[in-house]
């Protein structure tokens, strides 16, 4: 193990990972479109030292914008490329689909990104099969064997784009009036089943050479997309066992393609509220969403095998209920529910520990985020954190004042960015170009 673990950051709509952090007090209402207020969140999170902001993307509106701000940032490359002018270190992840984009925009688009930013790009590869997206584009959703298809050939194109032009043919020599060598700039001339390119791309190499290759998620084609190509995949699991076992497969995956296994970092994500104590943190999380628990409670019922209604929110678990609880073996995260019910919290305070969230939830005081990334850190299930604040404008900064010195003091996070790159960030060896072959 690496002696050092590495933090990544949700960089999302500008509010927070919570559906209610808009509302919250204190918070700018309009900082879906604030670009002024993400600098700052993107400020705060290189005062701590993260390693890389990771901005996720779906194209399409989803949700109930009625009540509901989206979960989306306005445009990932474009609130990166503004950020990256704001900061010097912290590197800048967005996502991109291989689905609805051709790889000569991709390839130019993440390069840009990574020259403005000195090095700090990364792209987040998804093969995007949503139906409301698709139709923003005209096009049916392809069958999941040709979405993978595609998106081998486009990531390979794209680096094949990235590596176009030698790592020396910029000459830019003013007195001999040589601008580049046009012999080390050459064609790509590939062409997929999906997707092709001629090249070459019209831009020289960045700081790191080229952007870094993200994942996000499992399953087979996946882990299959990883093991090739990434450096870094965020992961989402609940448990400390399924986390080690993730990793264990993701490095066999590296593996498998020729690579060394440490080349791939593993990031599991972690929902934060960082509170001096632990009932301020639940009171900060039923503030943030404690008007959807009515609905939730049925499903807490079916995580315990209860059956819990609405009119027991502010009761605890009863001594027959505890006694009938079975944990669902559908869903990872029903023991920590039960283990926190028999700890005799009321329902509303159970659901406010984050049981039912898409990370695992810390609510209370930062040593509680230390100690649970530590034990993961040290038990081989995670390379790194991608954090989730609960709510930005002050979430962040709880997790960099609170957290973030006390993994320091325990030896386990970096004091100083030792490098300027993603690439370096990621202890990432060097590429250029494509890596295997079409
Ligand atoms: C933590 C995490 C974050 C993800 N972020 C995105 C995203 O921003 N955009 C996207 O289209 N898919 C995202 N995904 C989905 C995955 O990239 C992948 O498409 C998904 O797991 C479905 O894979 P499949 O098509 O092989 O079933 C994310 C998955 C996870 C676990």
Excluded at 89 to 111: D, M
Excluded at 170 to 179: E, K, L, T, V
Excluded at 298 to 326: I, T, V
Aim: aromatic letters at 8%; one cysteine or more; a negative charge.
């Amino acid at each position: 193990m690496a002696k050092h673990m590495m933090i990544g950051m949700h960089f999302g709509n500008g509010y927070g990972s919570q559906p209610g952090a808009w509302r919250m007090p204190g918070v700018l209402p309009t900082s879906y479109t604030s670009v002024d207020e993400m600098v700052r969140q993107a400020q705060a999170a290189e005062r701590g030292k993260f390693q890389f902001l990771f901005v996720p993307d779906f194209p399409a509106m989803m949700g109930d914008v009625e009540t509901e701000s989206p979960m989306i940032t306005i445009d990932p490359l474009m609130v990166l490329a503004a950020v990256g002018r704001e900061t010097r270190r912290i590197g800048l992840v967005a996502t991109g689909s291989t689905t609805f984009n051709e790889p000569y925009s991709l390839a130019r688009q993440f390069k840009a990104l990574d020259i403005m930013s000195g090095g700090r790009a990364g792209w987040n590869v998804v093969p995007t099969s949503d139906q409301t997206a698709a139709a923003n584009f005209g096009r049916p959703v392809l069958p999941r064997e040709q979405r993978y298809e595609r998106l081998h050939e486009t990531v390979q194109i794209v680096q094949a784009l990235w590596g176009s032009w030698g790592k020396d043919a910029w000459i830019h020599d003013q007195a001999s009036g040589r601008f580049a060598d046009a012999s080390k700039i050459r064609p790509i001339n590939l062409q997929g089943r999906h997707v092709g390119s001629a090249g070459p791309l019209p831009l020289p190499p960045s700081a790191q050479g080229q952007p870094v290759i993200f994942q996000a998620g499992g399953g087979d084609q996946g882990l299959g997309v990883a093991g090739r190509y990434a450096s870094g995949v965020i992961g989402s699991t609940y448990t400390i066992d399924d986390a080690r076992a993730q990793r264990m497969a993701l490095r066999e995956a590296a593996r498998h393609f020729g690579r060394n296994p440490d080349e791939v970092k593993f990031f599991p994500g972690l929902i934060t509220t960082i509170a001096p104590t632990r009932r301020e943190a639940l009171d900060r999380r039923i503030a943030l969403s404690g008007r959807m628990f009515p609905q939730r409670i049925s499903y807490l019922g079916q995580m315990l095998g209860l059956r819990l209604d609405a009119s027991q929110l502010d009761e605890p678990l009863s001594p027959e209920q505890l006694a009938a609880a079975r944990p669902s073996d559908g869903d990872p995260r029903s023991k920590r529910a039960l283990a926190i019910g028999r700890q005799g919290w009321p329902l509303r305070d159970i659901l406010a520990h984050g049981v039912i969230d898409y990370h695992p939830v810390i609510a209370g005081p930062a040593v509680e985020a230390a100690d649970h990334m530590q034990d993961w850190f040290e038990a081989g299930a995670a390379d790194g954190f991608w954090i989730s604040p609960d709510v930005y404008s002050d979430g962040i900064d709880a997790f960099v004042d609170g957290v973030v010195p006390i993994l320091q003091d325990r030896g386990l996070f970096h004091c100083e960015y030792a490098g300027s790159t993603l690439r370096d960030h990621l202890d990432a060896p060097d590429q250029y170009g494509v890596n295997v072959q079409l």
